[in-house]
């Protein structure tokens, strides 16, 4: 199944790339990825094309997650960062720090609709990991979906966590039903 795709960092020169998995998500096309970084007001005023240029600003300062290829086509995206960056997660009660030590989080996938059932996000996790670590991480976290609690499956865009749970991540806290914290440790 690997052997199928191949994955690189998100950079500005893969932009065309990004939009065009972004574009092929209801959700994704208006919010990429400003959910988790911008206070709330801002992502909703920014709804639609503001997102679209406030995620352009990022990615011409750092590669913000991992995009996915099948062939030379863009096949599916994974959002992974130090938490620091993300605001939501700053304000954020249910996904509070559980400790001080100093994160990455996975925040987002997005596959597009002809590459999905492939095993995508479970590959896609596995070189968000590889990137954090290569870029310093000591420890990874997430926030995916208890599917035995969630009640839609637009709310999957966190990840399932099965699929982290089989990557190896272990549940550190949970402080919504459908909503654990999961963490994998780098070093």
């Known amino acids: 199944m690997q052997d199928r795709f191949s994955f690189f960092p998100a950079t500005a020169d893969r932009l065309a790339d990004i939009e065009a998995v972004f574009d092929d998500c209801a959700d994704g096309r ?14 909703k005023a920014g709804w639609g094309e ?21 062939q030379n086509e863009p096949a599916g995206w994974c959002g992974v960062a130090p938490r620091a960056v993300f605001d939501r997660l700053r304000r954020s009660k249910p996904f509070a720090p559980v400790d001080d030590k ?3 989080s996975i ?5 597009r609709k002809p590459f999905r059932r ?7 996790l596995k070189h968000a990991v590889e990137f954090a670590k290569a870029n ?18 637009a ?33």
Not at 30 to 43: Q, S
Not at 55 to 70: E, T
């Open 155 to 187: 709310e999957l865009y966190p990840g399932t966590l099965s699929t982290f749970l089989d990557a190896g991540f272990a549940e550190v806290a949970r402080r919504l039903p459908a909503r654990p914290i999961v963490r994998l440790e780098c070093r």
């Open 102 to 104: 100093p994160v990455w």
């Open 30 to 43: 208006n919010c990429r990825c400003a959910y988790w970084y911008l206070p709330n007001a801002d992502y």
């Open 50 to 70: 503001g997102n679209r240029n406030w995620f352009r600003s990022l990615l011409a300062k750092r590669p913000p997650g991992i995009l996915g290829y099948h």
């Open 107 to 111: 925040n987002c996938f997005i596959v």
């Open 118 to 124: 492939q095993g995508l996000s479970r590959l896609l």
């Open 136 to 153: 310093g991480a000591e420890c990874l976290e997430a926030y995916p979906v208890d599917q035995l609690h969630a009640s839609r499956a």
